[in-house]
């Protein structure tokens, strides 16, 4: 029963987070490309809780999910490696790149040169994350939400 709820609650803030940060991203680029200065520290810093806040769930659910098992054959099943070795690792270094990427820009993230700091950081993370997220087309048995 637990594991569902936190499934559930992991699946469907990831939806918020994904709107966050393509709001993040769509602000910084305006920012750094079109040097309208528009205040971004406080929606990149939600960006950044949310996506903790993810991880936090995402550790709890590595060690409750049926999906990894610590087994030397995860390694030949596909959908059993992903959860095992993909998923977190790419999650944890979009995660880490995005706490880089709000704490060497928060004092000046709302200038050009911050900015871009701060972008390429979150494009780099929105990239990963988009490669780790079991997408129903992608990982058989993964759902939308």
Same mark, same amino acid.
């Given at each position: 029963?637990?594991?569902?709820?936190?499934?559930?609650?992991?699946?469907?803030?990831?939806?918020?987070?994904?709107?966050?940060?393509?709001?993040?991203?769509?602000?910084?680029?305006?920012?750094?490309?079109?040097?309208?200065?528009?205040?971004?520290?406080?929606?990149?810093?939600?960006?950044?809780?949310? /996506?903790?806040?993810?991880? $936090?769930?995402? +550790? @709890? %659910?590595?060690? *409750?999910?049926?999906?990894?098992? =610590?087994?030397?054959?995860?390694?030949?099943?596909?959908?059993?490696?992903?959860?095992?070795?993909?998923?977190?690792?790419?999650?944890?270094?979009?995660?880490?790149?995005?706490?880089?990427?709000?704490?060497?820009?928060?004092?000046?993230?709302?200038?050009?040169?911050?900015?871009?700091? /701060?972008?390429?950081?979150? $494009?780099?993370? +929105? @990239? %990963?994350?988009? *490669?780790?997220?079991?997408?129903? =087309?992608?990982?058989?048995?993964?759902?939308?939400?």
């Amino acid at each position: 029963m637990l594991y569902h709820i936190l499934l559930r609650s992991h699946s469907g803030l990831r939806w918020l987070f994904l709107l966050l940060i393509l709001a993040s991203l769509f602000y910084m680029a305006q920012n750094a490309f079109s040097g309208r200065g528009s205040n971004i520290r406080k929606l990149s810093l939600f960006t950044m809780i949310t /996506a903790h806040v993810q991880l $936090l769930l995402g +550790f @709890i %659910l590595y060690f *409750l999910s049926p999906k990894v098992v =610590f087994a030397a054959s995860s390694m030949k099943d596909t959908v059993l490696r992903f959860f095992l070795i993909e998923h977190i690792s790419l999650m944890l270094i979009a995660i880490v790149l995005i706490t880089i990427g709000y704490i060497k820009t928060k004092a000046v993230i709302n200038t050009v040169a911050g900015a871009k700091k /701060a972008f390429i950081y979150y $494009l780099i993370s +929105f @990239i %990963l994350i988009l *490669l780790a997220i079991p997408w129903p =087309f992608r990982i058989p048995g993964a759902d939308w939400f």
